[in-house]
């Protein structure tokens, strides 16, 4: 996108992106003290025709997601911002916070408007520590400025916003292993429903949303549904049940490129354009071997599947988990996959809460058969057990609390199905490889 | 807020504790804020202190142990933190750009294993997952401060540069306006 085109990254290099002087001078807040004037409902119905779907993963409607509220509700209602960015490969987040924290203070307040919540929670990854201090001094600015607190530009609204620091797990990026966390209880996701909309954080209804999705909301108020729909990919006509994938999106793109970094583009760039156009193509003159749509979990695309297109369907359509959080990770044909599959299969046994059976075990048991196969003892039958590991764990196959089962499993399947034979001549050739960090450590 | 001159916490750290809890509507939401406090300036959690956040935030000490023990972040008082924490990123985007390399070379020239500390006291060595900063891999996270695209040398230089934050750390709790 050219430069004037660009919305959430609009800022990010401008001296003063993170002031609050800065901010007010680019007409930021605007929408909000205009949003002051209308009903909750007005602001919801908004974004709900705007057709934004959530930026953190699973692509749901976040207008639809407010609505679940109930509604006349007493209160407290609680809006949880999620910003414990964990995927492996996904960073957009972090540039959000640091470069442009208004931006996302501003988004807050207009879904707060929305929903009614006169609480938020941003539940920030605590090594993210750039981000928590330039947010405390956002946030600082905004009290100062009469923006947050009680009364807010005398009207009738009240908003606090506080950062709650995590401590670097993995699954407290899942709404509810958030939530628990939050609460002060290990971060172990809770069995749905009741959903936090009903039931969420201090058992009171709660919105969880990303902090991406919460920058599209800002841009939304500022620039209108037509300007939002006029960006990105109309529902399939054929699909009753598609909600399209319309504006923005962060894309990111790390590993074997020559120039890794994170771009606003219209969704639907193809995985080539991404590499091509923005990352300036796979370093060391190689080619692309293997291809992460959107984080760690989505699995695999192959050098063939390259020009699919990276909206909310694409991904999908080749077998991938979904657009996940749009962070490719490529893959060079130099790279071993048996290699790339243990480095996915160990992130996830560490970051398992250990509460499912499934999970817990499935993730521990495909590290060791992998582990086995890179110390050249591994036999062919090895690959079906990975298979049949894989697809037994998971919310889809019905056995786990949450997805990260799921996410675990999926580059399992996406690997044995689109890159057997590398596996078969790897056991086959007894090759091998070092896991430096196991001989330092042992098994973690 | 009770306080006797055998309790661990001092009462500074029971201050910026105490901060906290108008942000929540339980107090068993203090929980993590609590243990960061103290782990930043004891660089452990010690089982006193366990017990007597219990006390201040009324829980039974195994609540807070149940909570703490799930993060690998907070150690125990067998095992403190040095001065500094030196996560290195072991996440796919780092380890196709050498970040498996990087801990293994770090390891060498510190002479100690990922969960060790030098015997000066000044760092602790760790493996990280994703930091959240892949365009730059190899990444460290030194204490909360990412820096990316690193190499050994400019680790080591980092570490001699890295004045020692110790004590200068802050928690500004409260309730804003
Ligand atoms: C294991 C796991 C980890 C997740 N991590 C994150 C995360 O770090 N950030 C995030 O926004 N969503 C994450 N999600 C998705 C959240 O559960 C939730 O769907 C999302 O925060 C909703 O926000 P959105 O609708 O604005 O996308 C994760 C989900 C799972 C299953
Ligand atoms: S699926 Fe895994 S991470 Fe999710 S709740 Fe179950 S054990 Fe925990
Ligand atoms: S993989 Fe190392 S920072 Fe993301």
Not at chain 1, 172 to 198: D, N, Q, Y
Not at chain 1, 305 to 328: R, S, Y
Not at chain 1, 332 to 358: I, K, W
Request: aromatic share 8%; glycine share 10%; hydrophobic share 35%.
């Amino acid at each position: 996108m050219a430069d004037s085109d660009l919305a959430l990254l609009a800022r990010i290099n401008k001296p003063d992106s993170q002031s609050l002087v800065g901010y007010l001078a680019d007409g930021g807040y605007e929408s909000f003290k205009k949003a002051l004037s209308m009903s909750p409902n007005e602001v919801t119905d908004l974004v709900k025709n705007s057709g934004l779907r959530g930026r953190g993963g699973a692509g749901f409607p976040c207008g639809l997601k407010w609505t679940f509220l109930p509604k006349d509700h007493p209160g407290p209602i609680y809006m949880c911002v999620n910003a414990d960015e964990s995927e492996p490969g996904t960073f957009n987040n972090r540039i959000l916070m640091e470069m442009d924290p208004h931006q996302l203070l501003g988004g807050i307040m207009l879904a707060c408007r929305g929903t009614r919540a006169t609480t938020a929670y941003i539940y920030l990854r605590y090594e993210y520590g750039r981000s928590f201090r330039t947010l405390e001094k956002a946030i600082a600015e905004c009290y100062a400025q009469g923006l947050l607190g009680k009364n807010i530009q005398g009207t009738d609204f009240s908003l606090d916003i506080y950062v709650h620091r995590g401590a670097a797990a993995y699954i407290c990026g899942e709404e509810t292993g958030l939530i628990e966390s939050l609460e002060g209880k290990r971060a172990w996701p809770r069995v749905k429903p009741p959903f936090p909309a009903i039931e969420g954080a201090f058992r009171k209804p709660t919105v969880v949303n990303n902090v991406e999705t919460l920058c599209c909301v800002k841009h939304i108020f500022d620039r209108g549904i037509s300007w939002f729909q006029s960006i990105g990919v109309p529902p399939d006509p054929n699909n009753p049940r598609d909600a399209g994938s319309y504006g923005p999106k962060l894309y990111q793109a790390s590993g074997h490129v020559n120039r890794p970094g994170c771009w606003e583009l219209p969704l639907g760039v193809t995985a080539r354009e991404l590499i091509e156009e923005q990352a300036g193509g796979v370093w060391k003159g190689r080619q692309a071997k293997a291809v992460i749509p959107g984080g760690l979990s989505t699995g695999f695309m192959t050098h063939a599947e390259l020009d699919t297109p990276l909206d909310f369907n694409g991904p999908g359509k080749v077998g991938c988990l979904g657009l996940g959080t749009a962070a490719a990770v490529i893959i060079d044909d130099q790279t071993s996959m048996v290699d790339v599959l243990y480095n996915s299969c160990r992130f996830f046994a560490h970051e398992s809460c250990g509460q499912c059976t499934p999970c817990r075990e499935g993730t521990t048991w495909m590290t060791k058969i992998l582990h086995r196969i890179r110390t050249g003892h591994g036999a062919l039958r090895d690959l079906d057990l990975l298979k049949e590991v894989a697809d037994s764990m998971g919310i889809m196959p019905g056995t786990t609390i949450c997805g990260l089962a799921d996410g675990a499993a999926w580059p399992v399947k996406n690997a044995m199905q689109k890159f057997r034979p590398e596996f078969e001549d790897y056991i086959q050739k007894k090759l091998t490889s070092q896991d430096p960090i196991r001989e330092l450590v042992g098994t973690h | 807020m009770s306080s006797s001159s055998n309790n661990v916490v001092t009462d500074k750290m029971r201050q910026a504790i105490a901060d906290y809890l108008p942000r929540y509507p339980s107090k068993q939401a203090v929980t993590l804020p609590a243990l960061h406090i103290i782990q930043d300036e004891m660089r452990c959690v010690p089982q006193r202190a366990i017990e007597e956040v219990a006390d201040m935030l009324e829980l039974h000490p195994s609540q807070v142990h149940d909570t703490l023990s799930f993060y690998g972040f907070f150690r125990h008082e067998q095992t403190p933190l040095g001065q500094h924490r030196l996560w290195v990123c072991r996440s796919l985007s780092c380890m196709l750009r050498g970040g498996e390399q990087l801990l293994v070379e770090l390891s060498k020239k510190l002479g100690i294993k990922p969960g060790e500390t030098t015997p000066d006291g000044k760092v602790t060595l760790e493996f990280a997952e994703c930091l959240g900063k892949c365009e730059g891999a190899p990444c460290v996270l030194m204490d909360d401060e990412c820096h990316g695209d690193q190499t050994v040398d400019s680790v080591i230089a980092l570490l001699e540069n890295t004045a020692s934050t110790l004590g200068q750390r802050s928690w500004a709790g409260g309730h804003h306006g």
